[in-house]
C-alpha cells in the first residue's frame, strides 16, 4: 500500500459527460501528481500541484482541470468526455516539488461509452 | 524521436534467471533515474532510484545508468515468477521556472517469469 487514496476505483460514464476523480496523498506529502495511462502512450504527465499551487503542466486538454485544497487533496476534473479519454488515470505523491521519488495510488479507470 | 525508448517485450524467461531490462533516451538534461514496476491492474511502485551514472545494487535489482550512452538499466537476479509484471522506466529532468521535476515514463517491458 503506496498511501495515496483514489476515489473512485471504476467509472463508467457516457461521451459529453464530466467527472471529478479524486485523489488523497500520502501523509506528510505536498506535492501531487495527476497522470494517464492508456495502451498506446503509456503514462503521460498531466499537472502537478505543490502544497495548493499548479507547479507544472504536461499534455492536459484544456477540457480537464486539477485543483489541489487546503487540506492537499486533489480532484482532477474531465468535462465533454470523449470515447478516447478512456484510460486509467493515476495519481502520484512526493514529499517536495522533486518528482524523484514520487508513489503512485491504485488508479480510477475511467470507461467512456 | 521519443525522448524515452523501451522494448514492450514481452519478455519470458525461466525462474532463476538473470533479467535485463533497457531504456535509452534522448534528452540530455534528464538527472534522475528511475524504474517501476507495475503489476496489472495497479500502480507503479517505485523499485529504484538513481542520480548519476554508475550501479546501484538493492536486493536482487541492480540499476545502471550510463548518461554518456544515454542507456540506463535494470537487472534482476535470481527472477521468481512474482517478478512477472510490467517494468517502466522513468527519468526527470528540471521544468524549467518552477523548480519542479517532470517524470517523462518509458512505455513498459511486460516480463513473464515461467516457473
Known amino acids: 500500500d503506496s498511501g495515496v487514496t483514489q476515489t473512485p476505483k471504476h467509472l463508467i460514464t457516457a461521451t459529453g459527460q464530466r467527472v471529478t476523480l479524486r485523489c488523497s496523498p500520502r501523509?506528510?506529502?505536498?506535492?501531487v501528481y495527476w497522470y494517464q495511462q492508456s495502451l498506446d502512450q503509456g503514462l503521460q504527465f498531466l499537472i502537478q500541484?505543490?502544497?495548493?499551487?499548479?507547479?507544472a503542466k504536461g499534455n492536459i486538454l484544456e477540457r480537464f482541470s486539477a485543483q489541489q485544497f487546503p487540506d492537499l487533496h486533489s480532484e482532477l476534473n474531465l468535462s465533454s468526455l470523449e470515447l478516447g479519454d478512456s484510460a486509467l488515470y493515476f495519481c502520484?505523491?512526493?514529499?517536495?516539488?522533486?518528482?524523484?521519488?514520487?508513489?503512485f495510488g491504485q488508479g480510477t479507470r475511467l470507461t467512456v461509452v | 524521436q521519443k525522448e524515452v525508448e523501451q522494448d514492450p517485450g514481452p519478455l519470458s524467461v525461466p525462474e532463476g534467471a538473470i533479467v535485463s531490462l533497457n531504456c535509452t533516451y534522448s534528452?540530455?538534461?534528464?538527472?534522475?533515474f528511475m524504474w517501476y514496476r507495475q503489476y496489472s491492474r495497479k500502480g507503479p511502485e517505485l523499485l529504484m532510484y538513481?542520480?548519476?551514472?554508475g550501479n546501484k545494487e538493492d536486493g536482487r535489482f541492480t540499476a545502471q545508468v550510463d548518461k554518456s550512452s544515454k542507456y540506463i538499466s535494470l537487472f534482476i537476479r535470481d527472477s521468481q515468477p512474482s517478478d512477472s509484471a510490467t517494468y517502466l522506466c522513468?527519468?526527470?529532468?528540471?521544468?524549467?521556472?518552477?523548480?519542479?521535476?517532470?517524470?517523462?515514463f518509458g512505455k513498459g517491458t511486460k516480463l513473464s517469469v515461467i516457473p
Open positions: 502520484a505523491s512526493s514529499e517536495s516539488r522533486l518528482n524523484t521519488e514520487a508513489f
Open positions: 501523509s506528510g506529502d505536498l506535492s
Open positions: 500541484y505543490y502544497n495548493g499551487e499548479e507547479r
Open positions: 534528452n540530455s538534461a534528464f538527472q534522475y
Open positions: 538513481t542520480y548519476s551514472s
Open positions: 522513468a527519468m526527470s529532468a528540471a521544468y524549467s521556472g518552477a523548480g519542479s521535476y517532470q517524470l517523462t
